[in-house]
Protein backbone atom coordinates (compact mmCIF):
# COMPACT_ATOMS: atom_id res chain seq x y z
CA UNK A 1 0.00 0.00 0.00
CA UNK A 2 1.63 3.34 -0.68
CA UNK A 3 1.34 6.59 1.61
CA UNK A 4 0.03 9.19 0.25
CA UNK A 5 0.45 11.40 3.15
CA UNK A 6 3.71 13.08 2.27
CA UNK A 7 4.32 12.92 -1.44
CA UNK A 8 6.63 16.11 -1.40
CA UNK A 9 8.41 15.64 -4.89
CA UNK A 10 5.14 15.27 -6.65
CA UNK A 11 4.79 19.30 -6.99
CA UNK A 12 7.08 22.11 -7.87
CA UNK A 13 9.67 23.68 -5.45
CA UNK A 14 7.28 27.08 -6.11
CA UNK A 15 4.33 25.65 -4.57
CA UNK A 16 5.56 24.45 -1.35
CA UNK A 17 7.37 27.85 -1.35
CA UNK A 18 4.23 29.80 -1.53
CA UNK A 19 2.93 27.44 1.12
CA UNK A 20 5.57 28.74 3.60
CA UNK A 21 4.87 32.08 2.79
CA UNK A 22 1.40 31.78 2.87
CA UNK A 23 1.92 29.90 6.33
CA UNK A 24 3.56 33.05 7.71
CA UNK A 25 1.69 35.71 6.77
CA UNK A 26 -1.42 33.73 8.51
CA UNK A 27 0.17 34.19 11.88
CA UNK A 28 1.49 37.57 11.38
CA UNK A 29 -1.83 38.15 9.70
CA UNK A 30 -3.85 36.60 12.53
CA UNK A 31 -1.89 37.98 15.68
CA UNK A 32 -2.24 41.60 14.12
CA UNK A 33 -5.58 41.46 13.78
CA UNK A 34 -5.95 40.28 17.20
CA UNK A 35 -3.54 42.84 18.78
CA UNK A 36 -4.97 45.54 17.03
CA UNK A 37 -8.86 44.87 17.35
CA UNK A 38 -7.53 44.71 21.43
CA UNK A 39 -5.85 48.08 21.25
CA UNK A 40 -9.18 49.64 19.57
CA UNK A 41 -11.80 48.12 21.82
CA UNK A 42 -10.13 49.08 24.79
CA UNK A 43 -12.44 52.38 25.31
CA UNK A 44 -14.08 54.33 27.51
CA UNK A 45 -17.27 53.88 28.81
CA UNK A 46 -18.41 57.18 26.98
CA UNK A 47 -16.47 56.09 23.59
CA UNK A 48 -18.26 52.91 24.08
CA UNK A 49 -21.53 54.51 23.94
CA UNK A 50 -21.31 56.76 21.19
CA UNK A 51 -19.81 53.88 19.17
CA UNK A 52 -23.35 52.43 19.50
CA UNK A 53 -25.17 55.85 19.02
CA UNK A 54 -25.81 56.23 22.83
CA UNK A 55 -26.12 59.35 24.40
CA UNK A 56 -26.26 59.11 27.76
CA UNK A 57 -23.47 57.54 29.80
CA UNK A 58 -24.88 57.31 33.64
CA UNK A 59 -26.42 54.09 33.49
CA UNK A 60 -23.28 51.93 31.50
CA UNK A 61 -22.70 49.75 34.67
CA UNK A 62 -18.99 48.17 34.25
CA UNK A 63 -20.47 44.40 33.79
CA UNK A 64 -22.33 46.28 30.41
CA UNK A 65 -18.87 47.48 29.33
CA UNK A 66 -16.74 43.83 29.72
CA UNK A 67 -19.44 41.86 28.42
CA UNK A 68 -19.77 44.14 25.53
CA UNK A 69 -16.00 43.96 25.01
CA UNK A 70 -15.72 39.96 25.48
CA UNK A 71 -18.74 40.01 22.55
CA UNK A 72 -16.89 42.26 20.37
CA UNK A 73 -13.92 40.24 20.61
CA UNK A 74 -15.60 36.94 20.10
CA UNK A 75 -15.38 36.80 16.54
CA UNK A 76 -11.75 38.26 15.95
CA UNK A 77 -10.43 35.71 18.22
CA UNK A 78 -12.36 33.10 16.21
CA UNK A 79 -10.90 34.59 13.43
CA UNK A 80 -7.77 34.56 14.86
CA UNK A 81 -7.67 30.93 15.58
CA UNK A 82 -9.32 29.77 12.31
CA UNK A 83 -5.97 31.60 10.70
CA UNK A 84 -3.94 29.73 13.01
CA UNK A 85 -5.48 26.58 11.87
CA UNK A 86 -4.49 27.41 8.14
CA UNK A 87 -1.14 28.49 9.23
CA UNK A 88 -0.61 24.89 10.51
CA UNK A 89 -2.18 23.31 7.43
CA UNK A 90 -0.36 25.55 4.85
CA UNK A 91 3.02 24.64 6.70
CA UNK A 92 2.06 20.47 6.27
CA UNK A 93 1.39 21.46 2.71
CA UNK A 94 4.72 22.98 2.54
CA UNK A 95 6.15 19.80 3.91
CA UNK A 96 4.41 18.02 1.25
CA UNK A 97 1.65 16.38 3.87
CA UNK A 98 -1.03 16.97 1.44
CA UNK A 99 -3.45 13.98 2.09
CA UNK A 100 -2.13 13.77 5.81
CA UNK A 101 -5.59 13.29 8.29
CA UNK A 102 -3.83 16.33 10.55
CA UNK A 103 -3.77 18.56 7.36
CA UNK A 104 -7.39 17.62 6.33
CA UNK A 105 -8.72 18.22 10.20
CA UNK A 106 -6.91 21.27 10.27
CA UNK A 107 -8.47 22.50 6.96
CA UNK A 108 -11.93 21.17 8.45
CA UNK A 109 -10.88 23.42 11.77
CA UNK A 110 -10.29 26.68 9.75
CA UNK A 111 -13.69 25.86 8.08
CA UNK A 112 -15.37 25.76 11.34
CA UNK A 113 -13.32 28.65 13.15
CA UNK A 114 -14.36 30.73 9.79
CA UNK A 115 -17.64 29.96 10.16
CA UNK A 116 -18.03 30.70 13.63
CA UNK A 117 -16.30 34.16 13.48
CA UNK A 118 -18.83 34.79 10.78
CA UNK A 119 -22.12 34.29 12.64
CA UNK A 120 -20.43 35.58 15.44
CA UNK A 121 -20.02 38.89 13.73
CA UNK A 122 -23.92 38.39 13.18
CA UNK A 123 -25.29 37.96 15.79
CA UNK A 124 -23.08 39.67 18.57
CA UNK A 125 -23.46 43.34 17.64
CA UNK A 126 -27.16 42.97 18.17
CA UNK A 127 -26.54 41.40 21.65
CA UNK A 128 -24.22 44.57 22.55
CA UNK A 129 -26.56 46.67 21.88
CA UNK A 130 -29.67 45.35 23.82
CA UNK A 131 -26.59 45.13 26.38
CA UNK A 132 -25.59 48.39 26.15
CA UNK A 133 -29.79 49.64 25.88
CA UNK A 134 -30.39 47.48 29.70
CA UNK A 135 -30.79 50.41 32.23
CA UNK A 136 -31.28 53.35 29.29
CA UNK A 137 -34.02 55.90 29.78
CA UNK A 138 -37.34 55.57 28.05
CA UNK A 139 -36.06 56.24 24.49
CA UNK A 140 -32.79 56.13 25.20
CA UNK A 141 -32.29 52.40 24.03
CA UNK A 142 -31.05 51.53 20.93
CA UNK A 143 -30.92 47.72 18.98
CA UNK A 144 -29.07 46.97 15.81
CA UNK A 145 -28.87 44.53 13.03
CA UNK A 146 -26.66 44.70 10.61
CA UNK A 147 -24.81 42.54 8.12
CA UNK A 148 -21.97 43.23 6.26
CA UNK A 149 -19.30 41.53 3.22
CA UNK A 150 -17.30 40.45 5.97
CA UNK A 151 -19.62 38.69 7.25
CA UNK A 152 -20.73 36.85 3.70
CA UNK A 153 -17.17 36.30 2.39
CA UNK A 154 -16.51 34.78 5.54
CA UNK A 155 -19.55 32.21 5.53
CA UNK A 156 -18.53 31.63 1.40
CA UNK A 157 -14.56 31.12 2.44
CA UNK A 158 -15.45 28.50 4.83
CA UNK A 159 -17.84 26.81 2.91
CA UNK A 160 -15.41 26.29 0.08
CA UNK A 161 -12.95 25.54 2.47
CA UNK A 162 -15.03 22.71 3.99
CA UNK A 163 -15.29 21.34 0.12
CA UNK A 164 -11.45 21.55 -0.70
CA UNK A 165 -11.02 19.15 2.81
CA UNK A 166 -13.82 16.75 1.27
CA UNK A 167 -12.50 16.42 -2.11
CA UNK A 168 -8.75 16.22 -0.24
CA UNK A 169 -10.58 13.04 2.27
CA UNK A 170 -12.04 11.87 -1.52
CA UNK A 171 -8.73 12.24 -2.78
CA UNK A 172 -7.32 10.26 -0.22
CA UNK A 173 -9.96 7.54 -0.01
CA UNK A 174 -9.56 6.56 -3.57
CA UNK A 175 -5.70 6.61 -3.74
CA UNK A 176 -5.50 4.24 -0.63
CA UNK A 177 -8.16 1.90 -2.24
CA UNK A 178 -6.14 1.80 -5.49
CA UNK A 179 -3.03 0.92 -3.81
CA UNK A 180 -4.86 -2.02 -2.50
CA UNK A 181 -5.63 -3.41 -5.64
CA UNK A 182 -2.23 -2.90 -7.09
Not at 132 to 151: C, K
Amino acid sequence: MTDITNQASGLPPKFRRWSRVGSVCCWLVGSGILLATLATRLKSPAALAQEFGFHSLHYIASWQEVSTLVFMLTPVVLLTLALFQLAKALSAFARGEYFATTTIARLRRFAGLMLASALAGLVLPSLCSLILSYGASAGEGRFSVGIGSGQILGVLCAGGTWLFAALLTETRRLSQENSEFV
